[in-house]
Nanobody, 128 residues
């Protein structure tokens, strides 16, 4: 019943833009926080951005100022607008959900929590 489905990935040149979508079903954003993560080959998974059920947002330092997370509650969809993409942004991007109060307890280490629900991922490739 609970599902997260990412879309919007693709291949772009450095400096280009992509908008990722995370469509959720089976639960409400009223009680859950949604995070974006990414993993490149041979590297550990890292947190990219988070939006909480209180509409607070967090960004990794490496993407701050370039990426923007937002939510459309009516559509149960979270977006990640990625501008000025760099080679280092190449990775599989995942969205993940967890009960919001638990995420809040982690504070600035929100990306260390093992999230309950995950999408299948969407590939982002930045190359010239």
């Amino acid at each position: 019943e609970v599902q997260l489905v990412e879309s919007g990935g693709g291949r772009v040149q450095p400096g280009g833009s992509l908008r990722l979508s995370c469509a959720a079903s089976g639960f409400s954003f009223d009680d859950y926080a949604i995070g974006w993560f990414r993993q490149a080959p041979g590297k550990e998974r890292e947190g990219v951005s988070l939006i909480t059920n209180d509409d607070d947002t967090y960004y990794a330092q490496s993407v701050e100022g370039r990426f923007t997370i937002s939510i459309d509650n009516a559509k149960n969809t979270v977006y990640l607008q990625m501008n000025n993409l760099k080679l280092e942004d190449t990775a599989v991007y995942y969205c993940a959900a967890n009960e919001g109060d638990i995420v809040k307890a982690y504070g600035n280490t929100w990306d260390h929590l093992g999230y309950d629900y995950w999408g299948q991922g969407t590939q982002v490739t930045v190359s010239s």
